[in-house]
């Protein structure tokens, strides 16, 4: 029928089964704990549930709601940048609700990249930021953040990044609080950056969906910063603040200009979605400080359970000021260093399962022996998942 030719297209034919999914069925297959893929074993607030449940039987949404997205949660999207930030956008021109952050980035890069330009991102990445840059017929640089055994950190290499910046690049695609390090861009960082994006005139995309769950330092909006207002496209969504990953509520903020382009291509890959949902994420962005205090803290305290756990059971770990997971180094357990074989033997050698950094590097080598453990799960799940990890 196609004399021999491919299915899948040349720019997506590098991209296959997700880590995510394989790993998440192995752990259904072997009855393990499934601390590989990013999502809660729990909900969350039952007000916000409960506000899910009052938009459905009041109708609100149940069809198709505006392009935009419903005027209540830009109005809150807004509201919230500027309570969080002091940033200050029109809902009506510079806020745009998207099928979660994902599709944001996808509107994003497909909406703002011709064949050929560069995207320059920090590596290890986001597995989406790859396919997505491959759709757009981009080019995608990466920028590898350096582990520091001492420090058990990830850093930035800023001479690194300035030299990764050709003619040809148009974006940078930058993420912070970073998945999978865990690391926090400082606000040195950033005033770099910036400077780097005003002086080579480029475009940033800002994936900010881990805003609230920071540890250590704080998080800072790159659009906050001198020049970055006009050129940001800024990122977030509900799932891993309201611990509602399903729900697919993610939202962009920007200039009119890019959120006309962004929407331009976000129009013809959902059109719309989460209408219910829209109106609950509108009242959870209004919840008080110590809803968002009491989220940190609660996460903190898993971080340092499984942190604790890990390293007692013999991995090297990379401690996160951030985020919801923890990397190791698994070699101090396995002289070979390689995370692939090593999360694929873990379910069946303690019941734990856990995603391989190298699935997130273009430079494989780099994230070869590094591993992801997830600690967005009950404190008896950790537990046990500890204790059985102490069994390696």
Request: aromatic share 8%.
């Amino acid at each position: 029928m196609t004399q021999g030719r491919p299915l899948l297209n040349r720019r997506l034919a590098e991209f296959g089964t997700t880590i995510f999914a394989e790993m998440s069925a192995l752990a259904v297959r072997t009855g393990a704990i499934n601390l590989g893929q990013g999502f809660p074993d729990t909900d969350g607030p039952e007000e916000v549930r409960e506000a899910a449940v009052r938009a459905l039987r009041a109708g609100h949404g149940n069809q198709y709601p505006p392009g935009p997205g419903v005027p209540e949660l830009r109005t809150a999207i807004a509201a919230h940048q500027q309570r969080r930030y002091a940033l200050t956008y029109d809902p009506d021109t510079e806020v745009l609700v998207t099928a979660g952050a994902t599709e944001a980035i996808a509107a994003a890069l497909l909406a703002l990249l011709e064949p050929g330009d560069e995207v320059v991102a920090l590596e290890p990445y986001y597995d989406s930021y790859a396919a997505c840059i491959a759709m757009a017929g981009a080019t995608r640089v990466p920028v590898t953040l350096h582990p520091e055994p001492s420090t058990g950190t990830y850093r930035l290499d800023l001479g690194e990044l300035r030299a990764a910046v050709t003619p040809r690049t148009r974006l940078l695609l930058l993420n912070t609080p970073h998945n999978p390090t865990g690391t926090v861009l400082t606000r040195e960082e950033l005033a770099a950056i910036a400077e780097l994006a005003c002086e080579r005139d480029l475009l940033v995309v800002t994936d900010e969906v881990y805003e609230h769950l920071v540890f250590e330092g704080e998080h800072l909006p790159l659009a906050g910063f001198p020049g970055m207002r006009e050129r940001t496209v800024t990122i977030s969504s509900a799932g891993k603040t309201f611990s509602f990953t399903g729900w697919k509520v993610g939202w962009v903020t920007a200039s009119p200009e890019l959120v006309t382009a962004v929407r331009s291509a976000k129009q013809y890959l959902t059109y719309v979605a989460s209408g219910p949902f829209q109106y609950a994420v509108a009242e959870a962005l209004s919840l008080p400080d110590s809803y968002f205090d009491a989220l940190r803290a609660d996460l903190r305290t898993k971080r340092d359970l499984l942190s604790g756990g890990l390293a007692e059971a013999g991995f090297d770990v990379y401690r996160p000021a951030g985020t919801y997971f923890v990397t190791t180094d698994i070699r101090p357990l396995d002289s070979s260093g390689d995370g692939f074989a090593f999360c694929r033997s873990l379910p069946e050698r303690c019941g734990v399962v856990a995603v391989p950094n190298a699935v997130f590097y273009d430079h494989r080598e780099q994230g070869a022996p590094f591993v992801r453990f997830a600690f967005c799960k009950r404190t008896e799940v950790l537990e046990e998942a500890v204790s059985r990890l102490k069994g390696l």
